[in-house]
C-alpha cells in the first residue's frame, strides 16, 4: 500500500488552532529571527538582553545587577553574563556603588551612548517590519494586551508600563 504525504493545507492542528500558547511560541520564532537578520554583525545579534540592559542604563544611569534583574524578570546569573559581555564590549562601566559597596552601579561608556542610538534605529526598524501588517490601533490593541499579561502573570516585576 503505497503513503502520501499530507499536504501543509491538510494539517490538522486541533485545539493548536486556538492556543495563545502555540501562536505565541511560532510568533516568537520568527520575531527572532528577524531580531538575529536585522542585528546580523552587531554584538546585540543574538537576543534582546543586552539591548534591554543598555536601554535601561540609558534612561536609568547607575542602576544595579539586581535591579536591572529584577525589571526584566531575569536571574542573577543571566544578567550577570549579559553584564559580563557588555563589559567585555566597552558598552558599560561597572564600578563599585557609592550607596551600596557590595553592588556595582551600571553605566553606559560614551561608545556605549554612541552604539545604543545605532542599536535603538535596528530595534524600532526590527519592530515596524514585524508589525507591518497591523493597523497603528492594533498595534496599540497588541502592546495593551501584552501588558495587561504581564501586569496579570507578573505583578511584582518592577518597571511594568
Known amino acids: 500500500m503505497a503513503t502520501t504525504a499530507m499536504s501543509d493545507q491538510t494539517v490538522d492542528f ?14 516568537n520564532l520568527e520575531l527572532t529571527r528577524l531580531h538575529a ?4 554583525d552587531t554584538p546585540m545579534q543574538k537576543g534582546v538582553g543586552k539591548m534591554t540592559a543598555m536601554t ?18 531575569k536571574d542573577k546569573a ?11 564590549e566597552g558598552f558599560i562601566n561597572r564600578d563599585i556603588s557609592p550607596e551600596e559597596r557590595r553592588s ?16 535603538t ?7 515596524a517590519a514585524f508589525t507591518e501588517g497591523l493597523t497603528q490601533a492594533e498595534r496599540d490593541q ?8 504581564r501586569k496579570i502573570h507578573t505583578p511584582d516585576m518592577i518597571g511594568i508600563a
Not at 534605529?121 to 519592530?127: G, I, Q, R, V
Open 56 to 73: 535601561l542604563l540609558e534612561l536609568n544611569p547607575g542602576l544595579t545587577q539586581a535591579t536591572i534583574a529584577r525589571s526584566i524578570n
Open 104 to 119: 556595582y552601579s551600571l553605566t553606559l561608556t560614551e561608545q556605549g551612548h554612541a552604539e545604543f542610538a545605532r542599536f
Open 14 to 27: 486541533g485545539f493548536l488552532t486556538d492556543h495563545v500558547i502555540h501562536h505565541y511560541r511560532l510568533l
Open 78 to 88: 543571566a544578567i550577570a553574563r549579559i553584564i559580563d559581555e557588555l563589559v567585555r
Open 37 to 40: 537578520k536585522l542585528f546580523k
Open 121 to 127: 534605529e535596528l530595534s524600532k526598524a526590527c519592530e
Open 142 to 149: 497588541l502592546l495593551h494586551l501584552l501588558r495587561k499579561l
